[in-house]
């Protein structure tokens, strides 16, 4: 039913056909590389990991807009309460996943694991719909705020023209590509250098709320449960906002395969680097309430930018560049994992066999990093992106909360499966009922969206069939496939 992948790589800057009887052997499987076949390369050390992780969950959002929870909160002791609850829950899962990791040492995050829980049809529509619309619209609105904030200080007295932004957004993407298809080693040197700038920016807010603190400056903390009630679909809506902003834990697993020492680097990367960022998310939002109060915070369009201005002057022209910095990262951390993901699809026969190519001299998989430029500049220039967001963010939640009932679901079905590291049940159960409760608040509280979102997911059923299943496909229709 499922085709076999041959191997394959990229020789000179030409495809070439790999021996058909053989099949790339994953970094864990004891298969030795057979002369002739090339593999990625274990160069993903413990401060490599922790820069994935870390460079990819701090985007723009801590820098421009943490209202979204204070919205839905109704006070700075409840938006301060939900950061925290966010960011332990984002441990849980994250604790979830690398359990998954060293049990499963196997690139390609979600897919990988759905696919070893329950089987090839969930595991298809999870990488259908990444391919075709969330990575290409995320990278795209990612890339957006990366731009905008890298002409800011060019046009601090009129307003940023579109063009622009896109034009500059576009060169910014195709560089990122350029960077991971040309070498591992540059683009995870590149990405701790920028993980370096998120925890300088950070810095740059945490130490001068601190001393404001020490100042006194606490008026904005009294009484700092009051404020409008939250609503009973306002604390999901916080909640969701929160957890968008920790997403990103999950990326280390996708690059499993090359990971030196993935049974201790796994966890020991995942926990220093949620420990990081969740006392550096709570502490950069009680700073900003030192200098900013609730109702200004929600009226700002870049907090990061109005504190700045109010305590540092001339410096504050600095805060747009670290932001775009950081945007950058977040750019190149995706890509690099998403591309594995592709990679391992493509050599389970899940996706077009170009995708499992690797370039022979780089040892990059140059045809997965690349299939999302053209996407990712559609949605960029044609494409509604925080429509397409909105529709599909509940996917990622749903195949989240999938992957770590897998878990449980693998404790019982394969319970003598190697498990260097193990988490209490209790973990997984809260965090994948959590996540489906997001799920399932987001049908009721947005049926329209959700339903939208619904449906292109659903639309990876018939093209599982189409593209896996049907054997008789047509000669043009195989050849198009790769096959």
Known sequence: MFRKAAVTTVSNGSYLQGQ????????????????????????????????????TIIGAGIFISPKGILKNTGSVGMSLTVWTACGILS???????????????????????????FGPLPAFVRVWVELLIIRPAATAVISLAFGRYILEPFFMQCEIPELAIKLITAVGITLVMVLNSTSVSWSARIQIFLTFCKLVAILIIIVPGVIQLIKGETQHFKNA????????????????????????????????????NPEKNIPLAICISMIIVTVGYVLTNVAYFTTISAGELLLSKAVAVTFAERLMGNFSLAVPVFVALSCFGSMNGGIFAVSRMFFVASREGHLPEILSMIHVRKHTPLPAV?????????????GDLYSLLNFLSFARWLFIGLVVAGLIYLRYKRPDMPRPFKVPLFIPALFSFTCLFMVALSLYSDPVNTGIGFAITLTGVPAYYLFIVWDKKPKWFRKLLGK
Request: proline share 4%.
């Open 20 to 55: 058909a009887n053989g099949k790339l052997p994953s970094m864990d499987s004891g298969q030795p590389a057979q002369e002739g076949k090339v593999v990625l390369k274990k160069k993903v050390t413990l401060l490599r990991g922790i820069s994935i992780i870390i460079g």
């Open 91 to 117: 441990l849980f899962g994250a604790l979830c996943y690398a359990e998954l990791g060293t049990c499963i040492k196997k690139s390609g995050g979600h897919y990988t694991y759905i696919l070893e829980a």
């Open 225 to 260: 449960f009051a404020g409008n009630d939250a609503s009973v679909m306002g604390l999901p809506l916080a909640f969701y906002s929160g957890m968008y902003a920790y997403s990103g834990w999950f990326y280390l697993n996708f690059v499993t395969e090359e990971v030196e």
């Open 370 to 382: 690349i299939v999302l430029h053209p996407l990712t500049m559609i949605m960029l220039f044609n």
